[in-house]
């Protein structure tokens, strides 16, 4: 498909131009390495942090290219076999993060999520219980105190109280949460569903590196957008929007006159009890095959 983001030649493009970036990162680094070595004492510390923070955007840098690379693979692979579509993007940014189960989340005005991404249907059945219940990692941005979050078993039941024992009953020991976006203006955020209890460190700094990749090549540096008003990058290629969640929460609130936090707690109620996704008792909404009064 060549619709400027699926093609092959466009995604190569984009690695080349991020693995550049990496080696003018890695160049600078290197010069403050050496120096380092040679400035004044009072230097010294100075050059050392320098070199540190062009090391660190080097990695993102190559882990980028490392993304845009392998979904360049996976179309090329898809354009040869001719039966399988490519592997979707997200699925690419679960293999480089070491975290087959994996999703990205975008929040609305009001911190709700509103665009979902996941790799799998572990990752999609986990991000649903988070709407139903109204909680979970992917709700809650990490703090700038802590801006990588790894949390296990005991710690999942303690802050999510529902959704912990949930993501236990999908297999899922352990999360690891990295924020998407700025400090100063958080975007959403990227999580690992984890099947071991307590995750190498290796594994939540890879998390992170991806993190702070998609922040910098698909969240802020892209001046397009697509129709739906997300940045045009391959990873939004297929989303699950919620706006049907939210067109069924103002029907909810027009027929009982309640405010929108009451209303989607209806909703999520419902899907609690009907061992339905919140989707889809909001769709039976929309299309009025079911009442909430």
Known sequence: ????????????????DEAGRADRAANVAHRHEGLAETATVSMRAFHRRMAGIHRSTERVHRTSAELHLAHADSVDRSAIGGRRPPT??????AEVADSPSTAVTLFGRNADTTVVATSDPIAEAACDFEYVFGEGPSWTPPTTSTP???????????????FGPAAHDLGVRAVVVA???LPERPLGTLTAYRFDTDPAPEVARAVGTVAAALTTTALLSSPRRTEDGLPDHPLFEE???????HQATGMVMAAGGRGASDALAL??????????????VALAIVNRTLRIS
């Open 148 to 162: 990588l979050r790894v949390c296990g078993q005991e710690e999942l039941t303690r802050r999510w109280p529902q």
């Open 239 to 245: 989303v699950d929007f919620r706006v049907v969640v």
């Open 179 to 181: 924020p998407l976006g």
């Open 1 to 16: 498909m060549k619709d400027g983001r699926r093609d092959s030649s466009t995604l190569r493009g984009m690695a080349e």
């Open 267 to 280: 909703i999520r109620a419902q899907a609690f009890l009907r061992n339905e996704s919140v989707t889809e």
């Open 88 to 93: 979707r993007f997200i699925a690419t940014v």
